[in-house]
């Protein structure tokens, strides 16, 4: 894709790791900031919380300005916060998010038009009964070109539809895809162009490098390709693990290329590190409900210990080392998030954890990971 294109548009346009991190912070001051060295490689992106967008951490907002180019809503785009029900839309915390990428001249992700999840089960429903066909389409397409035409002069891109495959059995099972069966993927993509024709539009899911999962989206991708529906992007959402093999870098290179081949530019979504226990077992549930194993699920509640924060930096920087390589191919990598105090890990599987999964930590610092992706831009 040509690269002007994942500008705002209408916008002017426009260490060493061995050392002790109160010296790199100090260093760092002096340093620009991150998307600037990597602005010859890829955008480099960060999502936005709510909190941050309603005020209520108000330091937030200029590290990000420094620190990125790119930006997505973590959750005030989805359709339960922007159009809670049928009559009402909620467009104040968007217009702030896009005001604030305005006035830095960044790139804007739209995240996202289409999911299974924080959409409202009303949606599905017409006097007491499941929606017909037709009706849940007129939902469809109003919510899509409404939203896509108010901020058509300022977002570039789009999440149109977020995970509707699943890695065992193919579509996922949602309401939109009982009512809808798998057209609602094609018509989600046809309506957000006739929205916005210059768009850049996105298919993004999470866990691609699972072969059977990545062979699936791209036989159904190739299949609206066919009828000529145009995607112009993958998005592999990256929430990764500690362990270098979850996935692994061979695993995710063969992915970027495998959707490169087809035809996609390939988008890093939403990038974080988890560096607890894998705790999907107990999902939804609360850490202090969890007596026995809340220790084990939660080691680090009283910080970071160096020798973790060192491997964290290292797996960050394979990463980088891997989408540096593949720069042609990936227009943008966006982190899922700024600071750690601030990120769903801290409640996703399980509530009330301490996760440490970004570049700054709970007090909006740069990381030894952070240094480590400075200083790979740098020297490479
Ligand atoms: C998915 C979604 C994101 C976010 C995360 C964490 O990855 O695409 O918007 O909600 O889950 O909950």
């Not at 209520?56 to 200029?62: G, I, K």
């Not at 579509?171 to 094609?186: E, I």
């Not at 916005?196 to 539009?201: I, K, S, V």
């Not at 960050?316 to 390589?325: Q, S």
């Amino acid at each position: 894709m040509d690269r002007r294109q994942l500008i705002y548009r209408g916008a002017c346009a426009g260490a060493s790791l061995s050392l002790p991190l109160a010296r790199l912070r100090a260093e760092a001051i002096k340093k620009t900031g991150l998307a600037e060295v990597y602005k010859d490689y890829f955008k480099l992106g960060t999502a936005i919380s709510t909190k941050t967008l309603s005020g209520e951490n108000p330091s937030m907002l200029p590290l990000i300005a420094r620190e990125f180019n790119a930006i997505t809503a973590e959750n005030a785009m989805k359709w339960s916060s922007i159009h809670p029900s049928h009559d009402r839309w909620n467009w104040g915390l968007c217009d702030k998010f896009v005001n604030f990428g305005r006035v830095n001249s960044m790139l804007m992700v739209g995240h996202t038009l289409v999911w299974h999840k924080q959409t409202p089960s009303s949606l599905f429903i017409d006097r007491g009964k499941l929606i017909s066909p037709k009706k849940l389409y007129k939902r469809l397409g109003n919510h899509i070109s409404t939203v896509v035409d108010r901020y058509k002069a300022y977002i570039a891109v789009w999440d149109v539809v977020n995970e509707a495959f699943d890695e065992k059995v193919g579509w996922r099972k949602s309401s939109w895809y009982d009512v809808l069966g798998p057209n609602f993927l094609s018509k989600s993509f046809e309506i957000a162009r006739e929205a916005d024709p210059t768009a850049h539009l996105i298919y993004n899911d999470f866990k691609l490098e699972n072969k059977k999962k990545q062979v699936f989206a791209i036989q159904q991708i190739k299949r609206l390709q066919k009828k000529g529906v145009r995607v112009d992007g993958i998005g592999l959402q990256c929430h990764v693990e500690l362990d270098s093999g979850k996935p692994s870098i061979e695993q995710l290179e063969e992915t970027i290329i495998n959707f490169y081949n087809e035809g996609l530019q390939v988008h890093i979504t939403e990038l974080d590190v988890d560096v607890l226990p894998n705790a999907w077992t107990y999902r939804d549930q609360h850490i202090n409900d969890l007596s026995e194993k809340a220790d084990k699920l939660n080691p680090y509640k009283d910080g970071l210990p160096k020798k973790v924060g060192i491997l964290l930096a290292e797996r960050y920087e394979e990463l980088f080392r891997l989408f540096i390589k593949h720069r042609d191919k990936i227009p943008r990598v966006s982190l899922w998030g700024t600071s750690d105090d601030e990120t769903w890990k801290n409640y996703r599987p399980v509530v009330g954890r301490t996760n440490y999964p970004l570049l700054f930590n709970s007090k909006q610092q740069p990381k030894r990971a952070y240094f480590a992706l400075h200083k790979l831009a740098t020297d490479s």
